[in-house]
C-alpha cells in the first residue's frame, strides 16, 4: 500500500510540474508559489485545459488583491522586470502610474508557446496580475479583455 502511495505522489508531482515552470525564469514567478491561495485578500484562479482551447491558450494564472499596497507594489516591481524581455507590449498610464500592462514574451523554450503577463493596477492596494500560455498574439487578448470589460 505504502508503494502505491509513493506512486501516486510522484505521479502528481509529475502532472505539477509543467505549471510549476511556467513562469521559469521571470519576476513573477514567485508571485504564483502559492503564497497567496489562502489569503483571503487575493484570489487566485488557475485554469488549464479545453476550457482555453477556444482562445488558443493552454494555461491561465491569475492574481487579485484587494487592500494590499505592498504586494501591489511587488507586483509592479515584477512586471516591470519582466516587460523589460517583452517581444510586443502595450502599456496604459494615467500621469507617472502605470494602471495597466500587457507584454507578450518570448517562449520559455525555442518552439515553444508565447507567453503573457496582463496587469491591471485599479488602486494603490487593487491589483490584478494574469500569466498566460499560448499560441495567440497579444492584440487577441487585450481585445478579449477589453471585450469582456465592457
Known amino acids: 500500500m505504502k508503494l502505491f502511495y ?16 511556467a513562469q521559469e525564469g521571470l ?7 502559492g503564497q497567496y491561495n489562502h489569503d483571503k485578500q487575493a484570489v487566485v484562479v488557475h485554469i488549464k485545459g479545453k476550457k482555453l ?3 488558443h491558450l493552454s494555461l491561465f494564472r491569475s492574481i487579485t488583491l484587494t487592500d494590499r499596497p505592498d504586494d501591489v507594489e511587488l507586483f509592479e516591481a515584477a512586471v516591470r522586470s519582466d ?3 517583452a517581444e510586443n507590449s502595450e502599456t496604459v ?10 507584454y507578450q514574451l518570448p517562449p520559455a523554450s525555442p518552439g515553444g508557446e508565447n ?8 488602486s ?14 497579444l492584440d487577441r487578448l487585450i481585445n478579449l479583455f477589453i471585450k469582456k470589460k465592457q
Do not use: H, M, W
Not at 509513493?6 to 515552470?21: D, E, Y
Not at 519576476?27 to 508559489?33: E, H, Q, T, V, Y
Not at 494603490?124 to 498574439?137: F, K
Open 53 to 55: 482551447e477556444q482562445y
Open 124 to 137: 494603490p492596494g487593487n491589483a490584478t496580475l494574469i500569466y498566460l500560455e499560448g499560441r495567440t498574439q
Open 27 to 33: 519576476a513573477i514567478a514567485p508571485l504564483f508559489s
Open 83 to 85: 516587460s523589460s524581455k
Open 93 to 102: 498610464k494615467s500621469g507617472d502610474n502605470t494602471v495597466a500592462g500587457y
Open 6 to 21: 509513493k506512486i501516486l505522489i510522484g505521479c502528481l508531482l509529475l502532472t505539477s510540474l509543467p505549471a510549476a515552470r
Open 115 to 122: 507567453r503573457f503577463i496582463l496587469f491591471r493596477k485599479l
